[in-house]
């Protein structure tokens, strides 16, 4: 009874072991096989005490993925399972350093594509059993591309006892070794913090351009890796998780010069401040404040500070005189300290209302940064005296009081200007203390603000208690004139920083219409300085604001022509996508495009991305697909050639339903061209169906 | 002069405001109003006063079919309903996307599911998806009576598709309503979701 019962329960175990076999091999996804799996080896026999290397190598169909050990946001980690003769034993799985994909709804998933080998080095016994070696192997897959399927496999390599000579697979171990992870040379230091809910890990120049994916241990969750110059910041869930380091690895460079390096936190330092709301530190709040004092103080010898204070000493020249030195110095440092003091409470509050913030924040956004090169800019152009900034010959009634007012108010400005450009050159310095700040009560945050604006601005109080060593100042001259315009140069200089930043932060195209507007701001400014001077006639003035209005409305109309976001739910057009569509009897509309197309582009603008046509796709479930022939793709010049076009643009319209030819459009269309075509495909498919 | 500096002041303060906050727990869940699939507009804000769960769910995603397949997420449905609590069902795919069927279908598969949701509402823009950030199939929230967020995550502990694993894994959102229903804090209020991508439509 009880054997027959054993006999039975192990037919059942080989026959559910034959289901799960067959399921893992035949994997299929409409006809195709989505991920061949198989067991190899770099050696063609065992030698008896040797080290050599058995992988799973996975070919996955083009278009399709599967997951590296941290998947990212969805999918999940390729496992495998070795079974090995006995005495072999095996090393830790060696993982290739995988892809950053990014899918819609800004999910980043960590993947790879087309062909990828995940292998161990093993151990032979000193001592070989008799017989063929039999390995085996157990893996577990998810395989996505906008679908996800779930694959298996178990596999086996029986390889003999021998010399361990090469096999045939060696070269694929070599190709794909390149690619795991090296650990970190010893000669390049990491450093991490934490600044509120963040962690910064922050890296040396040889790093710039490097991208950081993290394995963060089970049990936190992690938001993005953000790039910024110089660190990488990971939002960790909550500021209260406790976390001062983070593993991962770093890829540096493109292409066959990439490099992974293997990050582990353990070996790295760590200079975060623990966030526990404890009792208050005074001996840390008094360090913490003197660190304040200090870094404000060096903010002023500061590379990105440099131009701007040179520009403000050059304000002060310009304005000698002991009296005014002495309002301007104060006008200035009070500049700072009010800058200083609006910081402090903008971080409370933001604090307060939950946000994450970190010293820097205000170049973390983009249009900041846009502001911050647009102002630069047009400062150097005033430099370089391509425009002046003027006061009108009508008001000169009260001139004497209105310039003392410009002077003092400009010394005020030029301190805001100076604190706001200050901020990203404090990383290493005020970290520190900003840290401190972040994790303390309000009144903790606002004093140590003050006091890195009143370190900024002690020479100038200091100026103002002693207006006598305003004598050392230079005497005034031509050679202000020479000052002034290589100034405007220093202030180029910072602006290509600024750029840089920029282009750090969102590529390529930004720094494109960072340059379009400095172009823009450099005609306005030629505008002012020709046709708007203290001399020019009411007419002259007039013309040159028509001009400027034309110059912004004309700038303004070609920016929201080539910028406008498309409000339609384009979709990057495959085949596979265009039969799924069609299979799920969806009507399809195709648009064959190219950046570089303006016909393209203007028929996209007035005559698909209008409001009916939005509704009239809305309404019979079209899907539209963007074929997109900007890099000359193959799969597409094929349909187009099969259309009889020899380029784009080229719309199709299938009535859905299946079966039927698509609807060819002109190439030049208009809105009532695509209603039309969409009313008679829905026509004929209605003729069809009856 | 000193206007100019005002508007650097303000510049500032609107770069820091660029910085988006996710939903998160300890905070309150932002509203939102959907159509369910039998064509009723759902609001987060009706069910004040109640735990509400928000499931992200897509039918045809084998992490999804993990749950139904092997009962536990029906089960589930049909428990915390019994006791007040609303569970909507949400599903983000774009049309065209896995997962984005005519109501009528996805009726006819709740009914074969046995399926025990308050109601599953439809979300093809991803608006909803995107306001809560989800992203995978499932993705689990849980919403006290006051509106707040107390937890976010995975709907169980063990990462994989076999049904097998339903029965031995530690689900979060049962330990955490049952935590919240008793007036208990919750322990685990934020793991790492699970599953497939959530389809949203592609933005380019």
Known sequence: MNRLFVLRFRIWMVLAWLAIQQNGHAQTHNGTQLVKASLVSDVSSVRAGSVFRIGVRYQIEPGWHIYWKNPGDAGISTKITWRLPEGFTAGNLQWPAPMIEKEPGELQVFSYSNEVLLFAEVHAPEKLPAGPLNFGANSNWLVCERICVPGKADMSLELPSGNGESSLTASLFESFEKKVPFRLPKEIHLSYSRVGKDLQIHFPAQLAGSQFLPLPPEDVVIGHVVSHPGYFSVPIESEQKPMLGLDGILISGTGTGQQAYEIAAASVESTGQSLDAGPINWSGFSQALFFALIGGLILNVMPCVLPVISLKVFGFVKDSGRQNAFRLSLAFASGIMVCFAVLAVLVILIRAAGVQVGWGFQFQDSRFVLFIACLVFAFALNMFGVYEISVSPRSTGKLASLAKGRGVGGAFFQGVFATVLATPCTAPFLGTASAFAFAQPSWITFTIFIFIGLGMSLPYLLLALNPAWVRFLPKPGSWMLYLKQGMGFLLLATLLWLVWVLGQMKGVNSVVLLGALLLVIAILAWIKGSFWTPISSSRSRIAAVVAMLAVLGFSAAIYSFLTKPTQLAWRPFSEERLDLALASGHPVFIDFTADWCITCKTNERFAIDTAEVRQAFEKNGVVILKADWTNGDPAITDLLKQHGRAGVPMYLVYPGGGGQDPVLLPELITSQTVLDALNRSRQSLAEIKS | ?204
């Not at chain 2, 609001?43 to 004040?48: E, M, P, V």
Request: with cysteine; net charge neutral.
């Open chain 2, 1 to 204: 002069m000193i206007k100019r500096s005002i508007l650097a002041c303000c510049a500032l303060a609107i770069g820091i405001q660029m910085v988006s906050a996710d939903v998160e727990v300890g905070k309150p869940a932002p509203n939102f109003s959907l159509q369910d699939t039998h064509g009723k507009r759902v609001n987060l804000a009706d069910f004040k006063g109640k735990f509400v769960v928000l499931e992200w769910y897509q039918p045809d995603c084998p992490f999804v079919g993990k749950q139904y397949k092997s009962g536990n997420m029906q089960k589930l449905q049909k428990q915390y309903t019994a006791k007040g609590v609303a569970w909507l069902s949400i599903d983000s795919s774009a049309p065209g996307e896995e997962g984005n069927y005519p109501s009528e279908e996805l009726n006819q598969i709740s009914a074969k599911d046995g399926a025990g949701r308050t109601a599953l509402l439809l979300d093809p823009d991803g608006k909803v998806g995107r306001l809560y950030g989800a992203k995978t199939t499932p993705d689990m929230y849980i919403i006290d009576p006051k509106g707040v967020v107390i937890y976010q995550g995975a709907i169980d502990s063990k990462r994989s598709t076999d049904l097998a694993d339903v029965n031995s894994a530690t689900n979060f959102v049962r330990i955490a309503l049952d935590e919240a229903e008793s007036g208990r804090p919750v322990t685990t209020t934020t793991t790492r979701p699970y599953g497939c991508s959530v389809k949203y439509a592609g933005n380019d």
